[in-house]
């Protein structure tokens, strides 16, 4: 019985609790303003302006240019890909899934 009691409180002490780890909130209320235009206007906006530069077939300066490039011109898989941005700092994962989720929380 000794034996019995010993192990039920060592696996019931032993498990480790989730709550330990750390756990990266996702971003839920993801908005084009918030979180989007900033990636944009960094990684982007050098050729992507308002006139466009060095060739850049469209401008990526407001939210109706950004949705129309994801849903009509493969923003993502271009990011994604690696074909753009052609030069410079190129998209973090992080910022393509904010992108992608963007886009699955219906462009707000």
């Given at each position: 019985m000794k034996n019995l009691i010993f192990i039920?409180?060592?696996t019931f002490t032993s498990c480790a609790s989730k709550d330990d780890d750390p756990v990266e909130e996702p971003i839920i209320n993801i908005t084009y303003t918030?979180?989007?235009k900033s990636i944009i206007d960094s990684?982007?906006?050098s050729c992507h302006s308002d006139p466009q530069k060095n060739g850049a077939p469209i401008a990526l300066?407001?939210?109706e240019n950004v949705k129309d490039a994801v849903l009509n011109k493969d923003l993502?898989?271009?990011v994604e890909d690696?074909?753009?941005?052609?030069e410079g700092d190129v998209l973090t994962s992080d910022q393509i899934e904010l992108i992608k989720d963007?886009?699955?929380n219906s462009f707000k």
């Amino acid at each position: 019985m000794k034996n019995l009691i010993f192990i039920l409180i060592l696996t019931f002490t032993s498990c480790a609790s989730k709550d330990d780890d750390p756990v990266e909130e996702p971003i839920i209320n993801i908005t084009y303003t918030t979180n989007i235009k900033s990636i944009i206007d960094s990684k982007c906006n050098s050729c992507h302006s308002d006139p466009q530069k060095n060739g850049a077939p469209i401008a990526l300066v407001t939210l109706e240019n950004v949705k129309d490039a994801v849903l009509n011109k493969d923003l993502i898989g271009r990011v994604e890909d690696g074909s753009m941005p052609p030069e410079g700092d190129v998209l973090t994962s992080d910022q393509i899934e904010l992108i992608k989720d963007w886009e699955k929380n219906s462009f707000k």
